[in-house]
Nanobody
Framework: QVQLVESGGGLVQAGGSLRLSCAVSGRTFSSNFMGWFRQAPGKEREFVGSISWSSGTTYYADSVKGRFTISRDKAKNTMYLQMNSLKPEDTAVYYC????????????WGQGTQVTVSS
């Protein structure tokens, strides 16, 4: 059973940076591909980006491309989301998720961590 725990959220001013972490326990093939999602109040959850655990290949939503970077530390079983040049519209609860392959749904989710960007 894969368990995901996010941390690192908080309050930051526009233009600032934050780094979120997603600790993965029970890591198996079920978490070969991992992603970050976010959900702002009153809005649907949206894809932020993803990473292949084995190759490190990343994908990003256009809204965060060039500002956010996803990485993983295999030794620590942890995925990161480095967020730079934050904007008020980045305010949301951020979730990490895992799935076995690129074509299967995300089946494992963390509890989320709040990111608030003040203007």
């Amino acid at each position: 059973q894969v368990q995901l725990v996010e941390s690192g959220g908080g309050l930051v001013q526009a233009g600032g940076s934050l780094r979120l972490s997603c600790a993965v326990s029970g890591r198996t093939f079920s978490s070969n591909f991992m992603g970050w999602f976010r959900q702002a109040p009153g809005k649907e959850r949206e894809f932020v980006g993803s990473i292949s655990w084995s190759s490190g290949t990343t994908y990003y939503a256009d809204s965060v491309k060039g500002r956010f970077t996803i990485s993983r530390d295999k030794a620590k079983n942890t995925m990161y989301l480095q967020m730079n040049s934050l904007k008020p519209e980045d305010t949301a609860v951020y979730y990490c998720a895992a799935r076995p392959s690129f074509t299967t749904p995300y089946g494992y989710w963390g509890q989320g961590t709040q990111v608030t960007v003040s203007s």
